[in-house]
């Protein structure tokens, strides 16, 4: 075959829109996991999409390059469709049919590839429309809402293009509701109830698919936000009738239960769940949660003597502790590329006075290569109260605590580690008026928060008590410029 039937070739599979083009990034997800995910959907999801899972299953194997499995999925994605497809309409195969081609190209089989273009071409023809085609739009806003949470936006945009072709497809209002829902809370991030969004479009999500009961889970998860959880369990109690064995469920219900404190009954929840599916990681994680907060009652009530310090509570104290860090060790078993795991798991070696093995998960979790921001901040702030509290090495919880202020995201840990970068500079000031240090550190504070005038006067006082200080004369000409 000539080299400029493939380069040909290459430029057609190019313009077709199937996972190959949509910018999938291995970078970006654990192929492992994802494949352990996707196979528990086909099995305990009920959905006529079931062919969006194997036509990303597909993807998955190509990544993992394993292309013989990556047809054998494909067929079944074929096969579903069939089974489905009662309007008779061919643009549910556009997407297949695309990965079909690339993969018979990265097999080297070029007719194959090419047939499966033209099978494309001939949809299109025959359909007489243009590229715009809801279907489209919608398959790959699920698969990047299952993909990874850094494509969210892009999922978000997708449901929106797929919406303004068909408003009422249930499918696409139900995949909208849930990315602006995880959008909401992505990376601890919070939504007031002014600014947020996803109760409506959850709302009207409910109504267009009565006998979804995980959209009901999310619903009644929002409502238990914006502190109107009495209207949030009637939705978990419709949802449970409906689907009282369903691993995706049971996980929202017991998160439910974990934060309106009713942390035994989440307990039970999640046992079942992990009976049914016993390698998944958020629901290890979620149990690992429960016994944390069963365990700080314990330690909060003992610290303000409300409870006995008998052997008894000790033990039950390190029974607690040892079933957290269990569950959150289990979780990174199945999840290994997942953050907050690690932040969690860290912080309880903390509490068990594993130090060493804090401090590794700490550097592990540091070292992944593709932390967004606000994952950043997470780790940063941990591993600053790490070294403040537990190694008893101020400067650097201070290092941590400044890595984590320097991100301009606007999170919980972000405003933390200002309260205690202030805290450690009116500490050094209240012990000695002349220290240099802690006027830069209240300067640096004010710069980050772009509070200029307050930040130069600190900087002044610093180079006042030590007026040959390099990093201090650097930032207040920086200050000075910015003005």
Known sequence: MSGSFKASLKLRL???????????????????ELEDRFYKQLTFLVTKNKYMVYNLLAYVMHLRGDHTKAIDHLKKA??????NNLDGTDQKYLVTYGNYAWVFYYLNQYEDSQKYIEKVEQIYKDLNVTPEIAEIYGEKGWSLLQFSGQYYEDAKECF????????????????????????????????????????????RAVEMNPTDAVVKALL??????????????????????????????????????????????????????????????????QIGLCYRQKYFIHKKKLENGKMDCAEWA????????????????????????????????????????????????????????????????????NYGCFMDYHRRSEPEAIRYYKQCMQIA?????????????????????????????????????YK???????????????????????????????????I
Not at 14 to 32: M, R, V
Not at 232 to 246: S, V
Not at 420 to 441: F, T
Request: with cysteine; charged share 35%.
């Open 220 to 285: 009644a998860l929002k409502l238990q936000d914006l502190k109107r959880t009495d209207e949030g369990i009637k939705y978990i109690e419709e949802a449970m009738e409906q689907a009282p064995n369903l691993p995706y469920l049971l996980r929202y219900v017991a998160k439910f239960y974990r934060r309106a404190g009713m942390l035994d009954d989440a307990l039970s929840v999640l046992k079942t769940a992990v009976d049914v599916n016993p390698n998944s990681g958020f629901q290890h994680h």
């Open 78 to 83: 074929e096969e579903m469709i069939e089974e």
């Open 160 to 203: 929106e293009k797929a919406l303004e072709l068909e408003p009422e497809d249930p499918e696409w209002i139900t995949g909208y509701a849930t990315v602006v829902y995880r959008l909401e809370g992505f990376n601890g991030r919070h939504c007031s109830a002014p600014e947020c969004k996803s109760l409506d479009l959850l709302k």
């Open 314 to 381: 000790l033990e039950e104290m390190n029974d607690l502790i040892q079933n957290t860090i269990f569950h959150f060790e289990k979780t990174l078993e199945f999840k290994k590329t997942f953050v907050y795991a690690h932040v969690d798991l860290a912080n309880m070696y903390s509490e068990a006075k594993e130090y060493q093995k804090a401090e590794d998960t700490f550097k592990t979790v540091l070292a992944f290569p593709n932390l967004v921001d606000e994952e950043k901040q997470q780790v940063f702030h």
């Open 409 to 445: 995201e606007n999170t919980r840990e972000r405003a933390f580690s200002e309260k205690s970068l202030k805290r450690i500079s009116a500490k050094k000031i209240r012990n000695n008026i002349h220290d240099a240090e802690g006027y830069a550190l209240l300067g640096f504070v």
């Open 14 to 32: 190019l313009q077709l829109k199937c996972h190959f083009t949509w910018k999938l990034l291995l970078k970006d997800t654990d192929p492992d």
């Open 448 to 482: 980050n928060n772009e509070e200029r005038n307050e930040a130069i006067d600190c900087y002044e006082k610093a180079l006042k008590y030590d007026p040959y200080n390099e990093e201090y004369v650097r930032e207040l000409c920086e200050l000075k410029l910015m």
